[in-house]
């Protein structure tokens, strides 16, 4: 079975950048998206098809996919950013979940 | 756009349950859609999918051959039969639109239904 590795946990200062990694092999061959899960509520697709942000998400929030890693990065990173990001790839029959890091705003 | 799931329940290992997802919102009829699965305090885990006609349908292995996604678009509302539930099966049971193909961009979750797998 296809693989994402994400990192457990990732800290970062407020207003300073996040990068969140996802790896599996050759990833870039497929499109990689983001989730952002907060506490008690459901996921919300932040990025699709490595760089794209749906309406109603921040430009803060982007997408990079190359190689074996794609990398969802968070520019100015506030407070209410705070949440579980989950890495998701697609290769036509199937969907696999990246194991989800904890970002930290403190 | 909404989307309303129900029917989860306190189990037996080896029962069986019908979880429904009711849609409103959009053109039901013209999206793929997915359920996903959330065990308590883990990760997401895609379970099954199925285009917007309902001609076409996905499992992950670990349900395949036990779970069946279907839709009724006269009624907009997406289905998942479960049987031979494992305790591995608890989880919170999420539905999720698509794009018009299932390319796995979910766009949109409903706040899901815990199925719970004990005796």
């Known amino acids: 079975s296809y693989d994402l590795t994400q990192p457990p946990s990732v800290s970062v200062s407020p207003g300073q950048t996040a990068n969140i990694t996802c790896s599996g092999h050759h990833l870039a061959d497929n499109f990689a998206s983001w989730y952002q899960q907060k506490p008690g509520q459901s996921p919300v697709l932040v990025i699709s098809q490595d760089t794209k942000r749906p309406s109603g998400i921040p430009e803060r929030f982007s997408g990079s996919n190359s190689g074996n890693t794609a990398t969802l990065t968070i520019s100015g990173t506030q407070p209410i950013d705070e949440a579980d990001y989950y890495c998701?790839?697609?290769?036509?029959?199937?969907?696999?979940f990246g194991g989800g890091t904890k970002l930290t705003v403190l | 756009v909404q989307l309303l799931e129900s029917g989860g329940n306190l189990v037996q290992p080896g029962g069986s349950l019908r979880l429904s997802c009711a849609a409103s919102g959009f053109t039901f009829s013209h999206y793929a859609m997915s359920w996903v699965r959330q065990a308590p305090g883990k990760g997401l885990d895609w379970v099954a999918a199925i285009t917007g006609s309902g001609g076409s349908t996905y499992y992950a292995d670990s349900v395949k051959g036990r779970f069946t996604i279907s839709r009724d678009n006269s009624k907009n509302t997406l289905y998942l039969q479960v049987n031979s539930l494992r305790a591995e099966d608890t989880a919170l049971y999420y539905c999720?639109?698509?794009?018009?193909?299932?390319?796995?961009?979910?766009?949109?979750w409903g706040q899901g239904t815990l199925v719970t797998v004990s005796s």
């Open positions: 999720a639109k698509d794009g018009e193909y299932f390319d796995a961009n979910f766009d949109f």
């Open positions: 998701q790839a697609w290769d036509s029959s199937t969907v696999v």
